[in-house]
């Protein structure tokens, strides 16, 4: 376990992951603009959900590397990443179910986004935040929830469009979840500690 964690926190390692993600991040922005378009202004900010997720992700990966925390940031990342992380790969197998077939960007999408979810978990021992930024963090997220579900400003999936109310049922629950696993990764008193850049723990 110990030398696992010593290999995530490498620099050239984390400098890696930072470019992936900003990449990543751009390619996700640029993929949302056509529903960005058509999008009224005061939603902007709420619709592209997972390269936001992984924006915020990069952010803390680009503090680690100066050797800095940035609490809020850490738990918007770790909640966000692992939500739309596997909601996205949960959408894309149920567009292969309904479909019978996945185009290669689905795919693509499957396995960016099971990265996605992972990261956020490999990396919690170096996030440093407390209950109350996770709170913040919650209210982003379930606000966010009701501005895709209440205001149907949820990301395009034509074909499951006629099981909206499922989906956002399912979506609340996801959102428990992630947060739950940022207090059990972070938060809560025993949960593993890594002194960034070294290996020891607390």
Known sequence: ??????????????TILFLAN?????YGYIWYLPQLRDTPP????FIPDSPTASLFFTIAIGALLFRK????????????LFKYGVWAVVMNLLVLNVNGHLPWQGYMLIASHSAMAIQGILYAPYFRFKAWHLIVAAVWTLHNDVIDYVFDMM????????????????????????????????????????????????
């Open 42 to 45: 005061h939603f902007l900010i």
């Open 69 to 80: 925390n940035l609490p809020i940031i850490e738990a918007l990342a770790i909640v966000t």
């Open 155 to 202: 990301p395009r999936y034509s074909s499951l469009m006629n099981s909206i109310e499922q989906i956002g049922y399912f979506t609340f629950w996801l959102s428990m979840l992630s947060l739950f696993l940022g207090y059990y990764f972070v938060v809560r008193k025993n949960a593993t500690k890594l002194s960034y850049p070294d290996e020891r723990l607390s």
């Open 1 to 14: 376990m110990k030398w696992i964690l010593y290999i995530l926190g490498n620099r050239a390692l984390l």
């Open 22 to 26: 900003l990449f990543g991040t751009i």
